[in-house]
Every structure is written in C-alpha cells, then in structure tokens.
C-alpha cells in the first residue's frame, strides 16, 4: 500500500496474531478464525487503498493548479512542490524516513567493514599516503581500473602501474605506447589513455593539483564521471558526498525494494539521493567503500549471504522474504499482497512492475530489475597472422597499429578486414591487405584455421582466422610506418588486445609441434566440470567485480 504498510506475523513467544493497520495495532488469539482475520484485513486494505488514492489525487491536482496559477514561484516552494508530486507516486518503503534508521545503517555497515575489509593494494596506498594529491592519485588509478574488471585481476595491474608510475607526473610523462602495454589485456582500452589525459592535465594546466571536489573533478578531468568523482572526492579528500556504483545499486534497491528499471532516470535519481543520505559525515571515504564491499562480497548478485549481512533488520526485501515464508508456514489461502503498492491506487514508479510480479523462488534476488539493455551489435572481421619463420634473430609475426581513435585506439593488431557474415570475398580482400603492407605473396599459402569469437561492452565481432608462413622467401627488412615484426616473445608482451591473444593461441595452435587445446575443446572441458561447492562461490563471490554507473556499460562481457 502506498505510504503504508500493512504487516502480518505471528509472535514467537505468545504464539499470537498481530495485525498492523496505519498506526494502530490489534492481538488476535490462534484461536480466532483465519478466514475472519483475512476477511477484515482485506476490507480495511481496501478502504485504505481508496482513500489513499483519493488523497494522492488531490495533491497532485493541488500541486498543478499551483504551478500553473504562480508562474513567478520561489526555487526553493517549487522544489517542495516537485517533491509533493514525487511522494504521491512513491511508497513510503522506498525512502528512509527514520532519522534513526540512517544512523543504526551507518554504524552498522561502518562497525562490518572495520572487521571484515579485505587487504587491497589501494587501501593500503591511499591510507599509507600524506600528500593529497598523490592520495587522489592512488584512488582514481584503482577507480578507473576497476571500472568493468574483477578485483583479482587488477590487484596485479595496479601493483604494476603503480610501481611504474607512482606519481601523476610520471604517468604524465609516459608515453600512449607505454601505457597501452601496460594496460593490455585489461579491457577497456580507453580508459587507460584518457587516465593519462587526466593526469597530464593535472600536471599542465591545474599545477599539478587534483580538482578536490567532485564536482570540479567531474567537470575538469576526461574520463571522470558521476561515480569515480564521487569516489576520489570522498576518499581521498573527505567530502561527504555519496556513490552509487553496480555494488551500491543492488543493496539500495535490496534495502528499499526497488523493483523499477535501475537504468531509468527516475530510479537512478532515487538511488543517488538515498546514498547521500546515508553516507557518513565523520567517515565518507570509508562508508562509500564499505557500501561497495558489501554489495562485492555479502549482498551479491545471485547467492547473498542475508545471514551475514550488517543491515539484514533495515533490508525491506528480507523483511518480505521472511513474510513470504511465514504466510507459506500459516497455509492462508488467498492472502493479500501486504507489501506491494496496492494495484488499483496509481502505480509506484519505483515497485516491482505488474507485468514482472514477485518471483518467491527468487526471495530478495528479485532485486534489483535487470536493465534493460540493447544486445551487442555483431560484426565480422578476417584476420591474418603473417609470419617469416627464416627472419634474422629468429621467426617473426606482422602487427599492424590501428588509429588513434576508436575501438582499441593504438593498439596493434594483425593485418585484419572488414567481412561479410557469408565470407564472400574475404580471402582475397585479406590477401590485398598484406600485400598493402609487405609486398607481392603467394596466395595458395593462406591458409583458413578457425574462427574467434570476442565480446566488447556494444559490439560482438567475430574473427576469421588465417595463417600464412613466408617460407624459402627472401625475408622483408623494410617496414612502414605503423608496422612491426616481433618475436612471439615480444608480442606477448606488447600493447595488443585479449582478441588478438586469441586469434594467436588459435594459429599456434594449428601449427605442427605447437598444438593447444582450442577454445571449443576448452569450453566443452568447463562444461563437464562439477558445480562450486558452497565455499567455492563463497570465494568467487569474494572477487565480484565492482561496476560503477558511468563506466561505459552496466555488464562487460569480455576483457
């Protein structure tokens, strides 16, 4: 019921019914009959529901004829107007309303973190660090880095960039190339060249001083968002500012029961006003992160550990589990439902939407909604792994850089095309493509291996792999601009993506003496393998990723 809630339970100690309506409270002994007891509350949702929506109606009627009757309204009674109009349509259940609530949230999520955060590399740089401008530094490298990427695998490339450059003016001073290689494999490519955009900036024309607000910092610095300004700003430099990263999101629709599209703006606005609610003014910085931690390690996706949450008692979509389970346990056939907006009074544009009810297998996995997203868009592509086996210092593979903007901007690649999903015409369109690069070639040596399949955030492109060996040719020794022949060793350490990792284990593994296992062999090997025991989830839970609401989507398919 909207601005209400009616609540059913049945004691544990006097083995009673208590019936909740609006503010008053009534005792039925076990012995008074069900059916009479459902009847009754039935009737008094409904009167409540009319009335209810009788008294929404007028406010927003009277909120309208206001607006429209003062055109020349103070900022500040137009504002309390908006929030008249915004209550109406919203249950009470989705807000904190309690002064006290906020507070026993605070100390109980702050009192959860000081025992059980784990060990990370940038807490213990940030921490350990006195200048503030190298703090902001150390927090916005793992901001920018965890965007899309699971903890485990950027602890080493943090450990890494951090040795490499431990100052925003050594990061300044790099160059896209050493950047790129370091960042290889990390996804996302674009995230390490505008970090050192930022950084540069930083240097050049702010003095070397990072923006200490969020948002100044949103505003002045390429690649920083709502989220990541809001993280460095709290953390780094103490503002009390909240943050509303995919961790964030899910334990506020939990805790709120928000059912709503998480994408939509309304729901988004909702949940950015919630974490600045809740947000510690002595602690920002650790209540911020200790948000992220629960939600990363507790309030987990698909297997929530409800028993080791901190702030099980304030988390609505518990309390429904646990009422869902006590009706079960009644047998009351035909129950209302006691927590949704009533269905007929003005639908809450926060609820759980009609057409996708309460699914009671789920319990509080109902939240958040999945957000709706648009599939990636396929494309095709035929690559080749041109290699001179006889070259001097030994056999030696063609990379190819791509443009300096775009999808993975300054990388290098293996000669490649654009193909059709028929692949017509595609091996002589590859063939022109070397020969644009090194020359006349033998087109009976081009050999097709395989296929490669890679997911980016929006796009899902698949590889046509093919291999060509320059043997008893005269090696090249000329090389354009944008062109390098490396050594199978340097490739594996150069700035190239985690497709073209692929499409090289695939030609090295067709090649005699070099065989691999191929990606369908090892996908049909994780299939077969046995479901993670209990302990084992509880671990991988342990390294979710963390995915803030700016990074440039919701779920990263591929590294």
């Given at each position: ?342 269905p007929n009074t003005g639908q809450c544009q926060l609820c759980i939407p009609p057409a996708e009810p309460w699914d009671q297998t789920l319990g509080v996995v109902n939240f958040p909604r999945k957000a709706s997203r648009r599939p990636p868009r396929e494309e095709y592509s035929a690559t080749c792994v041109l290699e001179q086996p006889g070259a001097p210092g030994g056999a030696r593979i063609l990379l190819v850089q791509r443009p300096n903007s775009g999808l993975l901007a300054g990388l290098w690649e293996f000669p490649s095309v ?142």
């Amino acid at each position: 019921m909207k601005g209400r809630r009616v609540v059913l339970w049945r004691g544990l100690e006097e083995q009673d019914l208590e019936l909740h309506l609006g503010g008053g409270t009534v005792f039925h002994r076990r012995s008074v009959q069900m059916e009479a007891i459902m009847k009754k509350l039935r009737a008094a949702m409904g009167s409540h529901c009319r009335k209810q929506a009788s008294s929404q109606e007028r406010r927003k009627k009277h909120a309208l004829s206001s607006s429209q009757a003062k055109p020349s309204v103070p900022d500040g009674l137009a504002r309390r107007q908006e929030e008249v109009v915004l209550q109406a349509s919203v249950c009470l259940d989705h807000l904190f309303r309690d002064p006290v609530e906020v507070t026993v949230f605070r100390e109980n999520l702050l009192s959860w973190y000081d025992r059980e955060k784990r060990d990370l590399p940038w807490r213990r740089w940030a921490e350990g660090e006195e200048d503030l401008d190298r703090r902001a530094y150390a927090v916005w490298v793992s901001e920018v880095m965890l965007q899309q990427t699971q903890v485990a695998t950027v602890i080493d490339y943090y450990t890494r960039w951090m040795q490499k450059w431990p100052t925003l003016q050594d990061l300044a001073s790099a160059s896209l190339e050493e950047v790129n290689q370091l960042w290889a494999g990390l996804g996302y490519y674009s995230r390490g060249r505008r970090l050192q955009e930022g950084a540069r900036k930083v240097v050049k024309e702010l003095r070397g001083h990072v923006p200490r607000t969020a948002e100044t910092l949103q505003r002045l610095l390429p690649g920083v968002g709502r989220y990541t300004a809001g993280a460095i700003a709290s953390i780094a430099f103490g503002q009390v500012t909240g943050v509303v990263d995919g961790n964030v999101l899910r334990v506020l629709c939990r805790v709120r029961v928000i059912g709503a599209d998480p994408s939509s703006t309304l729901v988004s606005q909702q949940l950015w006003s919630l974490a600045q609610q809740l947000v510690d003014p002595a602690r920002p910085g650790d209540f911020n992160q200790a948000a992220m931690e629960l939600g990363a390690t507790v309030c987990t996706p698909q297997h929530p550990l409800c028993s080791q949450c901190p702030v099980q008692s304030l988390c609505r979509a518990h309390q429904r589990v646990e009422r869902e389970q006590l009706l079960a346990s009644q047998s009351l056939p035909g129950s209302p439902d006691v927590e949704e907006c009533a269905p007929n009074t003005g639908q809450c544009q926060l609820c759980i939407p009609p057409a996708e009810p309460w699914d009671q297998t789920l319990g509080v996995v109902n939240f958040p909604r999945k957000a709706s997203r648009r599939p990636p868009r396929e494309e095709y592509s035929a690559t080749c792994v041109l290699e001179q086996p006889g070259a001097p210092g030994g056999a030696r593979i063609l990379l190819v850089q791509r443009p300096n903007s775009g999808l993975l901007a300054g990388l290098w690649e293996f000669p490649s095309v654009t193909a059709e999903p028929s692949g017509r015409q595609q091996r002589k369109a590859l063939l022109q493509e070397l020969q644009s690069w090194v020359g006349p070639l033998p087109a009976t040596r081009l050999r097709h291996l395989g296929q490669v399949v890679h997911t980016f955030s929006h796009i899902k492109l698949t590889y046509q792999v093919y291999g060509l060996a320059l043997e008893g040719q005269a090696p090249v020794t000329v090389t354009p601009p944008g062109v390098r022949w490396l050594t199978r060793e340097e490739f594996h350490t150069a700035a190239v993506s985690t497709a073209m990792k692929k499409v090289f284990r695939v030609y090295e593994g067709r090649q005699p003496g070099n065989y691999k296992s191929s990606k369908r062999s090892q996908v049909s090997t994780l299939s077969r393998r046995k479901k993670p025991s209990p302990g084992q989830q509880v671990l991988d839970s342990f390294f979710r990723p963390r995915i803030p609401t700016d990074a440039p989507g919701l779920t990263g398919v591929a590294q």
